[in-house]
């Protein structure tokens, strides 16, 4: 148990669905991640939220748009997702500071695109 | 390009060995380093970290070398477990921005008893 909770766990949805994924954190923590897992590469960041401030991949397709309501939530809306969108996407937390390292990782959910 | 990278993909040992997985990064400007451990079905978790103005740090049954003329990073595991099992992550992150670390590719390790 990290103390980061992602929801759902798997989710499968069509090309013309709409979906959320959900990730809450309970450890107090001020900057918020998603990131991409695919098979065999590197973990790609997303987007990241911190102290208010908003950071983003570009190359990140604009069928993905992030939403971080207050610092213990973060959303990940998906709209018109293609089959290479399948994935685990991994959202992650860390106390923002100066002094502060890792992240703690959610178990991630795992998305399946038909 | 700058990149974080792993040698080996998979690394096979016996139970009780000591393990040693390797990192490459190329940005000289990277400053903190931390592995990940992931095991099948969870998400990442921090195993240890080390900062550019150390080249060695200890933990429990696990030492990260730093070696920053060559830009390489090792992770030594000691008496390897089954437990151990798993894939292992380098990330560098690089001093002067936003806190946006960069992930390696991974490697798998897995132990037979």
């Known amino acids: 148990e990290t103390g980061v909770t992602q929801t759902p766990r798997h989710l499968v949805m069509g090309m013309t669905n709409k979906k959320s994924l959900k990730c809450e954190q309970h450890l107090g923590h001020n900057a918020m991640y998603w990131y991409k897992q695919s098979a065999k590469k590197p973990l790609e960041l997303m987007f990241v939220?911190?102290?208010?401030?908003?950071?983003e991949n570009n190359s990140v397709p604009s069928r993905f748009s992030p939403e971080c309501p207050n610092s213990s939530h973060l959303f990940l809306h998906l709209h018109t997702l293609q089959p290479e969108d399948s994935a685990l996407y991994l959202c992650?937390?860390?106390?923002?500071?100066?002094?502060?390292?890792?992240?703690?990782f959610g178990e991630g959910s795992r998305l399946t695109v038909l | 390009g700058e990149s974080v990278g792993l040698h080996l993909p998979t690394l096979s040992v016996q139970e009780g060995d000591n393990s040693i997985i390797n990192c490459a990064y190329s940005n000289s400007a990277s400053d903190y380093f931390i592995w990940y451990k992931q095991e099948s079905g969870k998400g990442p978790q921090f195993i240890i970290d080390i900062r550019s103005n150390m080249d060695k740090r200890q933990g429990q049954r696990v030492t990260v070398l730093l070696n920053k003329t060559v830009k390489h990073l090792s992770l030594q595991i000691a008496a390897t477990q089954p437990g151990d099992s798993a894939v292992y992550f380098c990330?560098?992150?690089?001093?002067?921005?936003?806190?946006?670390?960069?992930f390696g590719r991974g490697t798998s390790l897995i132990v037979h008893p």
């Open positions: 990330a560098e992150n690089i001093r002067g921005g936003s806190y946006i670390p960069t």
């Open positions: 939220y911190s102290l208010e401030e908003r950071v």
């Open positions: 992650a937390s860390r106390k923002a500071g100066p002094n502060t390292g890792e992240l703690f």
